[in-house]
């Protein structure tokens, strides 16, 4: 496929972002379009912080970060949210490999899935509010952006769980090493326009570690990834970066 099919598919998959226009593509093609996701994680965090600036001056500094935050789950029609439940719903049934994908798969949302939700949420915005507000636009693009490059970790170093089935096994275990590097190429040319150098290579390296120890995890315990632990994936990197963008502002870590 053209390059620039490739770019518009990643924004129609990952957003709800109106692109009307049709493009052909085969199944075994999908995994080309993660290259593209961390840069549409970047536009995502974008609009939030646009939202964040538009509304700033007008309602308390929670609630403006607040509508950044639903901003970010309407551009993406709550896919990664509603998978970070989806797997908690699972993981924490108490029940075997098979039970816990059929519960994952459940579109009903259990009480372990509403607590962890609802603890993210909360979480994300408490950080978000205190974060200094030199610092609250860049977090609000780096978040969605480190959170997209870990969907092409997590999904470069494990196998799908079903099979192949799902809109996860579109990419679990066929991306290449080239994909994982332009995935990374593109976080980094977005990451170095919102901090220095070294911040960005600590971000990167924590993040990572542990979105790479989440995979392992829970790829033990349901043998592979899915579609929803792959959102799981990105929501835990998300709030992760919003932790330590917290830290650096008030001096206690990255400095």
Not at 27 to 36: A, E
Not at 40 to 67: C, D, H, Q, W
Not at 156 to 162: D, E, G, I, P
């Amino acid at each position: 496929m053209e390059e620039i099919k490739v770019l518009i598919l990643s924004f129609q998959f990952m957003t709800r972002i109106p692109i009307n226009i049709q493009i052909n593509v085969d199944r075994n093609d999908f995994h080309k379009m993660v290259k593209y996701f961390p840069f549409v994680g970047g536009v995502v965090g974008a609009i939030a912080s646009l939202m964040f600036y538009a509304v700033k001056n007008i309602f308390p500094r929670e609630i403006a970060v607040t509508m950044a935050m639903v901003s970010l789950y309407i551009l993406t029609g709550a896919m990664h949210i509603d998978g970070f439940a989806d797997t908690f719903d699972g993981l924490f049934s108490n029940k075997g490999k098979d039970r816990m994908l059929e519960i994952m798969r459940d579109s009903r949302l259990g009480t372990n899935g509403v607590l962890a939700l609802v603890f993210l949420v909360i979480l994300k915005i408490l950080f978000l509010s205190h974060i200094k507000d030199n610092l609250i636009y860049s977090t609000l693009i780096l978040m969605p952006l480190f959170g997209r490059f870990s969907i092409i970790l997590a999904a470069y170093v494990s196998k799908s769980a079903r099979g192949g089935e799902g809109l996860g096994g579109l990419i679990i275990g066929k991306i290449s090493t080239v994909e994982l590097l332009l995935g990374f190429l593109f976080t980094s040319i977005v990451g170095f326009l919102f901090v220095q150098f070294t911040v960005f290579l600590k971000l990167l390296a924590v993040s990572s570690i542990i979105a790479y120890t989440i995979t392992k995890y829970i790829s033990l315990r349901i043998g592979g990834m899915t579609g929803d632990t792959l959102g799981a994936v990105n929501e835990f990197t998300e709030l992760v970066i919003a932790t330590l963008m917290y830290l650096m502002s008030i001096q206690k870590f990255l400095t």
